[in-house]
């Protein structure tokens, strides 16, 4: 069976400081994905990242970058020079590859909050 | 391109009511997949349609919920009889599965608060 565990609930941040949301998945399968999903204040779920199994380079964007080890099985996010605007819960979901599209498995989300 | 829609965005019923929730996925994508977040459950699958055939409904919580997508531009999520505990968000997602490297991607809608009294 599937799993995504976030053990930090909830992470609050003073703006410009850099912080990890860490992420640790488990999977039988040898092709999977994981992706990482921000849900703002007004709720919607927005599509940050996704990363194929075979693929452990690390990956930044801006000032966000990514970090993933199948050794540690964990997938973290770290965001750097926080802003206001990143206050928001953040989920890490895993899907695997069979035959055709499969649903995501989400953990149960980081709530960060920056603060000015 | 417009993302993924859904309709109504808010939704407030009395217990026993029956209520329909609405998705149109993204124009192409031939995978829908309808999740419910909830505070003590978080972000849970309840049931996903590939080509508008539903693959796996095991996440549906009971008899009361039923789901039918009857063309490749519609969904609809029904709950009858409505039930307080059905309170949560409903989101629905889309993705295609297309051979390039992340088509897979599941896209979501702005999802629909649904709160049953």
């Known amino acids: 069976a599937q799993k995504v565990t976030q053990a930090q609930t909830e992470i609050s941040v003073v703006e410009k400081e850099d912080v990890t949301l860490d992420c640790v998945y488990e999977t039988r399968d040898t092709t999977y994905y994981l992706f990482w999903y921000k849900q703002p204040p007004s709720g919607e779920l927005v599509f940050l990242i996704r990363?194929?199994?075979?693929?452990?380079q690390n990956e930044i964007s801006g000032r966000y970058s990514w970090n993933f080890q199948k050794s540690t099985s964990s997938f973290n996010f770290t965001i750097t020079a926080s802003q206001v605007v990143d206050s928001a819960v953040y989920f890490c979901a895993l899907s695997e590859r069979n035959s055709g599209n499969t649903p995501l498995v989400f953990g149960k989300g980081t709530r960060l909050s920056v603060i000015a | 391109d417009a993302g993924v829609i859904q309709s109504p965005r808010h939704e407030v019923t009395e217990m026993g009511q029956e209520v329909t929730l609405r998705c149109k996925p993204i124009?192409?994508?031939?995978?829908l997949f309808w999740y419910r977040q909830t505070m003590m459950r978080g972000l849970e699958l309840l049931i996903y349609f590939n080509n508008n055939v539903p693959i796996d409904d095991s996440g549906m919580p009971e008899d009361r919920f039923s789901a039918k997508m009857p063309n490749a531009s519609f969904s609809t999520l029904k709950i009858q009889p409505s039930e307080p505990r059905d309170s949560a968000v409903y989101f629905c997602?889309?993705?295609?599965?297309?051979?390039?490297?992340?088509?897979?991607?599941?896209?979501f809608g702005p999802g629909t608060r649904l709160t049953v009294l």
């Open positions: 990363r194929n199994s075979f693929d452990e």
């Open positions: 997602a889309s993705s295609f599965s297309g051979l390039a490297e992340g088509t897979d991607t599941q896209y």
């Open positions: 124009s192409g994508h031939d995978y």
